[in-house]
T-cell receptor, first 116, second 119 residues
Framework: DTGVSQNPRHKITKRGQNVTFRCDPISEHNRLYWYRQTLGQGPEFLTYFQNEAQLEKSRLLSDRFSAERPKGSFSTLEIQRTEQGDSAMYLC??????????????FGSGTQLSVL | AQKVTQAQTEISVVEKEDVTLDCVYETRDTTYYLFWYKQPPSGELVFLIRRNSFDEQNEISGRYSWNFQKSTSSFNFTITASQVVDSAVYFCALSEPVNYGGATNKLIFGTGTLLAVQP
């Protein structure tokens, strides 16, 4: 078990381009979360999945953002027509909600996005 | 509305000093969870503790201890005999209300406290 893996670690893109990030959660974890963290701030919730179902999306997630978890394993987060305000660290986390009251979130190291 | 306030932006101590990180939260819910996470320079958030709103007992884990006081809506974190490896950003977080038969991990984080431990 190697923990939550995120790729790429860094992404530099030009404004208007599309980008896609990938997250591989800890195997057997049925819940997967996406958070966004800007400099000097705490992480902000974006969305989460239970298995392949996307159960909730934050109002922070504009229509340019889409997340998928097609087989209930890895997840992708796509940002279309990137804007400079999208520059942030995108964090993925997973947890095993099959174990009742196990609320421990395991985070990945994140993908740092810079939009020029 | 739910909110977490970490008023201390940065703290600098010398190794072996004790240090307390403050956390004040706001919620209208009677059932909730409080968390502390550590974010070292590598960026990965590391879980430290989860506390149920019904359990006000203080907890100690090695050099770490936590003081939960519902009366003042605070959940403070103390590191005893600090070490250089404790240098990191520490986040306090509050969970959304319990649903689906168990607490969710949709967390509301504070802005974090940067702890610098000098040798």
């Amino acid at each position: 078990d190697t923990g939550v893996s995120q790729n790429p670690r860094h992404k530099i893109t030009k404004r208007g381009q599309n980008v896609t990030f990938r997250c591989d959660p800890i195997s057997e974890h049925n819940r997967l979360y996406w958070y966004r963290q800007t400099l000097g701030q705490g992480p902000e919730f974006l969305t989460y999945f239970q298995n392949e179902a996307q159960l909730e999306k934050s109002r922070l997630l504009s229509d340019r953002f889409s997340a998928e978890r097609p087989k209930g394993s890895f997840s992708t987060l796509e940002i279309q027509r990137t804007e400079q305000g999208d520059s942030a660290m995108y964090l993925c986390a997973s947890s095993n909600q099959k174990v009742r009251h196990d609320e421990k979130l395991f985070f990945g190291s994140g993908t740092q996005l810079s939009v020029l | 509305a739910q909110k977490v306030t970490q008023a201390q932006t940065e703290i600098s101590v010398v190794e072996k000093e004790d240090v307390t990180l403050d956390c004040v939260y706001e919620t209208r819910d009677t059932t909730y969870y409080l968390f502390w996470y550590k974010q070292p320079p590598s960026g990965e958030l590391v879980f430290l503790i989860r506390r149920n709103s019904f359990d006000e007992q203080n907890e100690i884990s090695g050099r770490y201890s936590w003081n939960f006081q519902k009366s003042t809506s605070s959940f403070n974190f103390t590191i005893t005999a600090s070490q250089v490896v404790d240098s990191a950003v520490y986040f306090c977080a509050l969970s959304e209300p319990v649903n689906y038969g168990g607490a969710t991990n949709k967390l509301i984080f504070g802005t974090g406290t940067l702890l610098a431990v000098q040798p």
